[in-house]
């Protein structure tokens, strides 16, 4: 076979429905995600801003270019877009979006001029997942977004536009991440956490309904995350001189950019996994030389690049600060609630009936979950919280129910079985087979037809059906967290179902949403591309696409 047939054969892969593959988007606020429906693993992530070249400058140490490390306006924006985010302050133009899209920014723009770059800067990126990346006809191809709940209509609503008008795509499938990322673990009833760089969001799911007016949500995640870390690195760690170590430095304004941060974050911090309970009336500074007494973590030295006085210096992270960094996730206030606080608050709001089926099978997704031990810290906070806090004294008897669904505990890994499936035998493979007296089995014997024995038998056989259950149940470290979402969205592509379905020649602006009325023209979930186009409830059609999603494992 020849490297043009290899090639041909790639561009006319086709599900096991016999219909080419759907393009799975999850646009976030800093990463898009893009693939084929029925992969693993996206093929390409695209940052909005860390490139190469700006990274070179400050931590690869290549004077030569001078270019901020941030939004490369010039390489992606067009025109009328580089004079915008020439503005103010252009180091900090990172974001996609931003959830509150209604008011004015910091720049002073208006909904309408956000919106405008914000379509602006959504062409070029889709252009390039299509001719760049993804190298596919958009005309050819269904579309399937990861969206979050509570994403601004404003921003579906622009999505689809691109979509539609500048790429002709022929339909576009909106479906909750929560669920999405939820169904590659296996099961249909979990507390889904999905920690990104906006916001954290709480949405319990039981039977694969997504039970939405109990989400909770909190600030307290990567954005949140990132401006703690940039006032302890402007304030704690002073930069050095290679040719002078003792000229110490205050940290310029200009290098803790959004890319930078994201670099120290993502490559330097981790959760601490010890808990230092705080005073009453303790102030930071007291806090913090509390976590530099404790702490064990090494101090880090970083290259940088000094660009006023044209020389290299090297800023020094100490110990503590990459371990009690992440402190402000789980120290919440009146007006940012604590990770474990929104966690507690979406179960205690929950039917009581359900709490402890969603505190014994949560799920952390999203950016900011890969930070390094966050999952421990965190089940070790919402564990002391039920205990000790007497806010959630009603939850206090789920203390020990308390389990993240890729965890494997010790009971799971002893109950994980230890033949392969060629070695089972045939009782094991099919529960339900029966043997008559005096007929032959596999080893030789007979099988008795005593009451007592088949009921025996038939525990023996249930309890290591359950056995096998627990064990195999969770999905372990298979999939990443940042990716579980676009996982679910791949794999709803594949079994040919996906949420509503707008079509191209009925679309009119406005995107389904659980908030609003269902779109009319959407057309139904058993439908392809030639069905008849209904009015469809959002919120019903994604229960019976998870519900056969859940059935199906």
Not at 79 to 100: H, I, K, M, S, V
Not at 384 to 397: E, H, I, V
Request: aromatic residues 6%; proline residues 6%.
């Amino acid at each position: 076979m020849t490297a043009i047939s290899r090639i041909q054969d790639l561009s006319f892969k086709t599900s096991i429905y016999g219909i080419e593959e759907r393009i799975v988007l999850d646009i976030g606020s800093c990463y898009l995600k893009c693939g084929f429906s029925g992969e693993a693993r996206p093929r390409h992530f695209l940052s909005m801003f860390l490139s190469e070249e700006a990274l070179d400058d400050y931590l690869g140490l290549n004077p030569v270019h001078r270019q901020h490390l941030g939004h490369e306006c010039g390489e992606i924006c067009n025109e009328r877009t580089t004079e915008t985010c020439r503005g103010n302050n252009p180091l900090e133009y990172a974001e996609l979006y931003e959830l509150d899209m209604m008011r004015r920014n910091s720049r002073g723009q208006t909904e309408q001029e956000r919106l405008q770059i914000l379509e602006e800067r959504l062409s070029e990126y889709l252009y390039e997942v299509y001719f760049k990346y993804l190298l596919t006809d958009p005309k050819q191809r269904k579309v399937i977004i990861c969206e979050s709940p509570l994403a601004p209509i404003a921003l579906k609503q622009t999505i689809a536009k691109v979509l539609f008008d500048k790429l002709q795509v022929p339909s576009v499938s909106f479906t909750p991440s929560h669920l999405l990322a939820l169904l590659t673990t296996g099961t249909a009833t979990g507390l889904v956490i999905d920690c990104g760089h906006l916001e954290t969001s709480v949405l319990p799911i039981y039977s694969s309904r997504p039970m939405t007016p109990f989400i909770r949500t909190t600030p307290r995640a990567g954005k949140f995350l990132s401006t703690h870390l940039k006032q302890l690195l402007r304030d704690k760690c002073p930069i050095s001189l290679v040719e002078n170590p003792t000229d110490l430095r205050i940290i310029p304004e200009g290098m803790l950019t959004s890319a930078f941060l994201e670099t120290i974050k993502t490559r330097l911090l981790f959760a601490s996994p010890l808990i230092i309970n705080a005073r009453d009336n303790i102030n930071e500074d007291e806090m913090n030389n509390n976590y530099r007494d404790v702490s064990t973590s090494t101090e880090v030295q970083v290259d940088v690049w000094l660009e006023e006085e044209g020389a290299r210096g090297i800023l020094a992270i100490p110990g503590w600060i990459r371990e009690r960094a992440s402190e402000c996730l789980f120290n919440g206030d009146e007006d940012a609630e604590s990770l474990t606080d929104v966690i507690l608050e979406s179960i205690l709001k929950a039917p009581s009936d359900l709490r402890r089926p969603l505190i014994s099978s949560m799920l952390l997704i999203g950016g900011t979950a890969q930070l390094p031990n966050l999952q421990n810290r965190l089940f070790q906070e919402i564990k002391r919280s039920l205990q000790t806090n007497p806010r959630w004294k009603q939850l206090s008897g789920l203390a020990d129910s308390v389990r993240f669904l890729d965890d494997l505990t010790t009971g799971d890994k002893s109950a994980t079985p230890s033949r392969s499936p060629s070695h089972q035998s045939v009782m094991d493979l099919d529960p339900g087979a029966t043997s008559f007296v005096g007929s032959p089995t596999l080893g030789g014997s007979s099988m008795s037809l005593d009451p007592s024995s088949a009921a025996s038998r038939e525990k023996d056989r249930r309890a290591k059906k359950s056995q096998a259950k627990k064990a195999y149940q969770s999905s372990g470290k298979v999939f990443m967290p940042n990716c579980r979402a676009w996982i679910g969205g791949s794999l709803v592509g594949s079994l040919k179902s996906s949420g509503p379905e707008i079509l191209r020649v009925n679309f009119n602006g406005t995107v389904p949403d659980w908030s609003t009325a269902g779109l009319t023209g959407a057309s139904p979930l058993s439908g392809g591309a030639g069905g008849n186009s209904q009015h469809q409830d959002p919120t019903a059609a994604t229960a019976l696409v998870a519900s056969a999603l859940a059935y199906s494992y």
